[in-house]
């Protein structure tokens, strides 16, 4: 049942990526139905015969807007006419690029990615101006809240975070040798009767043997040192007791990770660093309490780790691994590494805007196992996709999007 359930879920998510790639590819279809293209392969804006051809240039420079004129189809001196352009990116901010006059035509500043605007054109010729509005979309989806429902999409806020440099360590739980009781007879004799069974749980002070000394055939008792379990026994009555131990007792309610620490690492552990520990599913956080040389002539050292364990699920034995936070560093803007996606040769996340999702180009700086520091590309306060962007990408890649303008 749960594999048909996952099949069901996976051939619903992958349904409506294709729906919403078919409509993005049918828009973007019948945008270039209506664009029309100039002789430098730009984007055409007409009115009462006066032309402007725009376009987005980037071989070999840092893209930038070059703008034509034309009058009745004859071209028009860069001299002789001036334009502006505003863009509107997703959410709101604006950019207004500056144009200069080479001679031929006119060059803008550099356009800074993504290349997803609505544009607003305006142009001034021979005493009269001209304004054109035509929208840019690059890297965009656009989905209900229903389809962001059933793509399991996730959002986050884009803040500050501290980044942790951390070393990766491996080691075993121990009991802690103060929490585990082996019991002795004081004086040599007969064992007269054993209460508790290996398994069971004694109380502190409770009866645990009856013992007949030898020198002077009385009976006395001997009761349990510490409260914990009967981990193993070697007293049954009748039996003699000597100077073997008759009971262990445990308590793991608190034990110990003990973790190798080899010398290419000794020189970044020290007590007192905040440890991440896991084994599978499990997981829990303490700090070193001090390093501990290696037995024999073994040139590692242990550092130990003490752990509250109330639940007693770290049970002696159990290998682990453990990340020790060795620096901290804290960084201006950073987004979580799930939410990063490779799109175009480029680190993009995807940006949430209302209804719209849009692919944001990024430089990053540096990381940890979970978020990654970003340089540029990405404002504290965006909305940004944390879970499933990969489903944005494919609709993206399947709608054959591509670095056009």
């Given at each position: 049942m749960n594999f048909l359930n996952n099949t069901f879920k996976n051939s619903l998510c992958i349904g409506v990526v294709l729906f919403i790639a078919s409509q993005t590819f049918a828009q973007e279809h019948d945008d270039e139905e209506d664009n029309k293209t100039g002789p430098h392969g730009g984007r055409l804006l007409e009115a009462d015969g006066f032309v402007v051809e725009l376009t987005v240039f980037e071989q070999l420079v840092e893209p930038q807007f070059r703008a034509w004129a034309f009058l009745d189809e004859i071209e028009i001196a860069p001299s002789d006419w001036q334009i502006g352009v505003e863009l509107t990116r997703l959410g709101?901010?604006?950019?207004?690029?500056?144009?200069?006059?080479?001679?031929?035509?006119?060059?803008?500043?550099?356009?800074?990615?993504?290349?997803?605007?609505?544009?607003?054109?305006?142009?001034?010729?021979?005493?009269?101006?001209?304004?054109?509005?035509?929208?840019?979309?690059?890297?965009?989806?656009?989905?209900?809240?229903?389809?962001?429902?059933?793509?399991?999409?996730?959002?986050?806020?884009?803040?500050?975070?501290?980044?942790?440099?951390?070393?990766?360590?491996?080691?075993?739980?121990?009991?802690?040798?103060?929490?585990?009781?082996?019991?002795?007879?004081?004086?040599?004799?007969?064992?007269?009767?054993?209460?508790?069974?290996?398994?069971?749980?004694?109380?502190?002070?409770?009866?645990?043997?009856?013992?007949e000394a030898n020198d002077s055939l009385q009976t006395y008792e001997i009761r349990a040192p510490i409260s914990g379990t009967v981990i193993d026994s070697h007293a049954n009555p009748g039996e003699f007791a000597s100077d073997q131990p008759l009971l262990t007792i445990a308590n793991y309610s608190n034990v110990w990770a003990d973790l190798n620490v080899f010398p290419s690492e000794a020189q970044r552990i020290r007590a007192g660093q905040e440890v991440s520990l896991r084994m599978g599913e499990l997981s829990t956080s303490?700090?070193?309490?001090?390093?501990?040389?290696?037995?024999?002539?073994?040139?590692?050292?242990?550092?130990?780790?003490?752990?509250?364990?109330?639940?007693?699920?770290?049970?002696?034995?159990?290998?682990?691994?453990?990340?020790?936070?060795?620096?901290?560093?804290?960084?201006?803007?950073?987004?979580?590494?799930?939410?990063?996606?490779?799109?175009?040769?480029?680190?993009?996340?995807?940006?949430?805007?209302?209804?719209?999702?849009?692919?944001?180009?990024?430089?990053?700086?540096?990381?940890?196992?979970?978020?990654?520091?970003?340089?540029?590309?990405?404002?504290?306060?965006?909305i940004y996709v944390v879970a499933n962007s990969y489903l944005l990408k494919a609709d993206l890649e399947k709608s054959g999007a591509t670095h056009a303008h």
């Amino acid at each position: 049942m749960n594999f048909l359930n996952n099949t069901f879920k996976n051939s619903l998510c992958i349904g409506v990526v294709l729906f919403i790639a078919s409509q993005t590819f049918a828009q973007e279809h019948d945008d270039e139905e209506d664009n029309k293209t100039g002789p430098h392969g730009g984007r055409l804006l007409e009115a009462d015969g006066f032309v402007v051809e725009l376009t987005v240039f980037e071989q070999l420079v840092e893209p930038q807007f070059r703008a034509w004129a034309f009058l009745d189809e004859i071209e028009i001196a860069p001299s002789d006419w001036q334009i502006g352009v505003e863009l509107t990116r997703l959410g709101g901010n604006t950019d207004n690029p500056s144009f200069v006059n080479n001679g031929e035509f006119f060059v803008s500043s550099p356009i800074a990615e993504p290349h997803s605007f609505d544009v607003r054109v305006t142009a001034n010729y021979a005493g009269s101006s001209y304004h054109w509005d035509y929208e840019s979309p690059e890297g965009r989806v656009d989905l209900s809240p229903q389809q962001v429902a059933r793509l399991g999409i996730v959002t986050q806020v884009a803040d500050a975070q501290s980044l942790l440099q951390q070393e990766l360590l491996y080691g075993k739980i121990t009991p802690d040798p103060k929490l585990v009781s082996h019991i002795t007879a004081r004086y040599p004799g007969l064992i007269r009767s054993v209460s508790p069974e290996l398994g069971d749980y004694v109380n502190q002070g409770d009866l645990v043997a009856t013992v007949e000394a030898n020198d002077s055939l009385q009976t006395y008792e001997i009761r349990a040192p510490i409260s914990g379990t009967v981990i193993d026994s070697h007293a049954n009555p009748g039996e003699f007791a000597s100077d073997q131990p008759l009971l262990t007792i445990a308590n793991y309610s608190n034990v110990w990770a003990d973790l190798n620490v080899f010398p290419s690492e000794a020189q970044r552990i020290r007590a007192g660093q905040e440890v991440s520990l896991r084994m599978g599913e499990l997981s829990t956080s303490s700090t070193i309490r001090y390093l501990n040389p290696g037995e024999g002539l073994s040139p590692h050292v242990i550092a130990r780790v003490p752990l509250a364990n109330p639940d007693l699920i770290w049970t002696p034995g159990l290998l682990v691994e453990a990340d020790v936070t060795v620096a901290k560093f804290d960084v201006d803007l950073a987004v979580e590494n799930t939410a990063l996606q490779d799109f175009l040769g480029r680190p993009v996340v995807f940006i949430q805007v209302g209804n719209s999702f849009e692919a944001r180009p990024l430089q990053l700086g540096r990381s940890d196992r979970r978020f990654t520091e970003v340089l540029s590309g990405l404002n504290r306060g965006d909305i940004y996709v944390v879970a499933n962007s990969y489903l944005l990408k494919a609709d993206l890649e399947k709608s054959g999007a591509t670095h056009a303008h």
